[in-house]
């Protein structure tokens, strides 16, 4: 492109904006900025104007009852998500606290003693843990914040009962998938995108076909999150 | 801006504290009525709350991002009821003058205020054919060829004069209106 032309999208540019191009021309300009430096460059020079444009308006008071209108949406919001994330987000410590998981807690702490007296793997980007008796070994891999569990010594479930993974952030669990092992007792779980971020450590349960919003069974693998 | 995205009702009642004066006089200066401008800026807050802010520093302050999500659902409210006029074309139109300004809460509310006005001056410097097809895309929402038709100018005219507006306000800016 040469000058005459790069002199002509200098309108574009302003056009662009200030929003006042046709979607196929903003759509044609944004894919030449991703690589034309010196047209981005402008676009980037020319924002703050707009900014300006924003706050060129002088301040009008809102009404009171708009002020209402918009709280009383935001506090009703909240108090209906607060349920649903008590329940989906309960404390892991609570969880902990019942007798039978704090057992378990303790049989995963001493398999994983042993998983690192005997050294076994986790130098290649992935994390892996060793669970109960019979022997269930997990792997994390990880890639960014998403990451696929792979399982072995799952035993099979029946159609009523599904394994179901979890994500510990803090003291506090959040569901993410459900998966059900292949004959041979191995499976694997993708943990989708986002759930590993500022996670501690992926858990797997057994729950009830469709998943639950909470555990309601011990966990039987617990792999760290780095 | 973290704990509105946490959907912190508190936090983000500081949050329309601070944004939602110059966000509802945003809002009417694109819609041009009261009863818009609040469906406008509840629409606005309520999708900002709802998607749990999904702010990105790197674009911007929090702010210019509030009134960019304004100043689309206002320009979706105009698409939306086909019989809108036109915004008024002027800088100083009544309904801005004749509008109750806002307490000045806080220095930096003062501060803001003090620096609008400056932005609103440098604005009045333009020739009017070039603020008026600023205004006429900005706070109309139309296409530089609909702004062609209607001031009966060639479409080459019309986005010089864009270009030519926007230069000199951001000329302006980088002065710092000295």
């Not at chain 1, 020079?45 to 900014?51: E, M, N």
């Not at chain 2, 659902?73 to 003058?97: V, Y």
Request: hydrophobic fraction near 40%; proline fraction near 6%; aromatic fraction near 6%.
């Amino acid at each position: 492109m040469d000058e005459r032309q790069h002199e002509q999208l200098r309108d574009d540019i302003s056009a662009w904006i200030i929003g006042a191009l046709e979607p196929a021309e903003a759509a044609a300009l944004e894919e030449h900025m991703r690589t034309c430096d010196s047209c981005a460059r402008q676009a980037r020079w020319l924002q703050p104007a707009t900014g300006a444009l924003l706050e060129s308006v002088d301040p009008i008071e809102p009404p009171p009852a708009l002020r209402e209108r918009v709280m009383s949406e935001v506090r009703a919001d909240a108090a209906r998500r607060q349920p649903a994330e008590s329940r989906s987000r309960r404390s892991f410590w609570d969880f902990l606290a019942r007798p039978a998981t704090a057992m378990a807690a303790v049989a995963i702490l001493v398999a994983g003693v042993g998983f690192l007296v005997f050294g076994d793997g986790g130098d290649d980007g992935t994390k892996s843990f060793t669970g109960e008796a019979p022997l269930i070994s997990a792997t994390l891999e990880r890639e960014g914040d998403t990451g696929t569990l792979e399982l072995t010594g799952l035993r099979e479930l029946g159609g009523d009962r599904v394994y179901q993974a979890w994500v510990q952030h803090d003291d506090m669990v959040e569901d993410s998938s459900l998966f059900v092992p292949r004959s041979d007792g191995t499976a694997t779980a993708a943990i989708p995108r986002d759930d590993l971020h500022g996670g501690d450590a992926v858990l797997v349960t057994i729950e009830p076909h469709g998943g639950s919003t909470q555990p309601t069974t011990d966990p039987l693998v617990s792999v760290d999150i780095d | 801006m973290p704990l509105v995205g946490k959907r912190d009702p508190d936090a983000f009642e500081v949050f329309y504290d601070r944004h939602a004066g110059v966000a509802y006089s945003l809002a009417y200066r694109i819609v041009g009525s009261r009863p818009a401008a609040e469906e406008v800026v509840q629409e606005a807050f309520l999708s900002i709350w709802r998607s749990g802010a999904r702010f990105d520093p790197a674009k911007g302050s929090v702010r210019a991002w509030t009134l960019g999500i304004v100043r689309n659902r206002g320009i979706d409210a105009l698409r939306r009821d086909s019989s809108s006029k036109a915004p008024k074309l002027s800088w100083d139109d009544d309904a801005i003058l004749e509008a109750s300004p806002a307490p000045e809460r806080t220095e930096e509310e003062a501060l803001r205020r003090s620096e609008a006005a400056e932005v609103r001056g440098a604005l009045r410097e333009l020739p009017e054919e070039q603020a008026k097809v600023i205004q006429l895309a900005f706070f109309g929402g139309f296409s530089h060829s609909e702004i062609a038709d209607m001031v009966g100018e060639p479409l080459g005219t019309v986005k010089g004069r864009m270009r030519l507006g926007m230069e000199k306000i951001r000329a302006r800016l980088a002065e710092g209106f000295a």
